[in-house]
């Protein structure tokens, strides 16, 4: 239990990565808030948290709307009162090339990918620099590192959270760690929607990399983008 007495946020908490992520910190003790837009899928998540003996929070979360991610913060604060781990998760695609691209799903997918992640970071990071040894991870992509056909927007926002993820590992310095993870096709909802083929990675396998990020043994530079592959998964412990 080696996150025991620690609170975790994790938005898109309601499927996919997000959920197994939860369970993953649940599993060594931390309370965890779980943030997306569809309640009843968050609302799962927290069950089957509490089902392991945890403590959960449910909140109902548009990433895109600054005063739900206010409220967010302010309701991890009151049930658990602290954070020590933010998990920004949360993300949409669409497979379309970038002329067929509608404003609307340009702003969707940067107001989620990036936006979201900035006011996340922003609001909990007075919270998280009262512990001097918080943790941010970041959830990027392969597609951060490299462009791909049809998911130039994507892409792009993917590329912005690891140069965030840089930038913000050198204004905060000391003891909170800033991370991101960079998975090649998981096998989740959203791969399913864009691509055919089935891919090697399970949510498990982001889940353990994030978590192996948020223990205290971990020694990886602030700053750092983790890739994650399979065959074989590369785990910092």
């Known amino acids: 239990m080696k996150l025991k007495g620690q609170t975790a946020i994790v938005t898109g908490g309601g499927r996919g990565i997000g959920r197994v992520i939860c369970l993953a910190l649940a599993g060594e003790g931390a309370d965890v808030v779980i943030a997306a837009r569809t309640g009843k899928e968050i609302r799962e998540t927290a069950r089957m948290v509490e089902r392991k003996g945890g403590r959960a929070l449910a909140v109902k979360t548009d990433l895109r709307v600054e005063r739900d991610v206010k409220d967010l913060i302010s309701k991890a604060v009151n049930a658990f009162e602290r954070i020590d781990i933010l998990v920004n998760n949360a993300g949409v695609a669409y497979n379309k090339y970038l002329v067929e ?8 997918i940067m107001d989620t990918n990036v936006k979201g992640i900035f006011y996340c970071t922003k609001y909990a990071l007075p919270q998280l620099l009262k512990r001097g040894n918080g943790r941010i991870i970041n959830i990027a992509s392969e597609e951060g590192k490299r462009g791909v056909p049809k998911l130039s927007v994507y892409c792009a926002s993917k590329f912005a959270i690891i140069g965030l993820t840089e930038a913000l590992a050198y204004e905060v310095g000391g003891g909170l760690q800033v991370y991101a993870v960079c998975p090649a096709g998981v096998d989740t909802r959203m791969y399913h929607s864009i691509y055919s ?6 949510p498990e396998d982001v889940a353990k990399q994030v978590l ?11 700053g750092s983008s983790v890739e994650v592959y399979s065959p074989p998964v590369r785990v910092v412990f």
Request: charged letters at 30%.
């Open 101 to 108: 691209t509608s404003t609307e799903e340009y702003d969707e």
């Open 212 to 222: 192996a990020l948020c223990l205290p043994e971990t020694t990886l530079p602030s």
């Open 197 to 202: 083929d089935v891919p090697t990675l399970k």
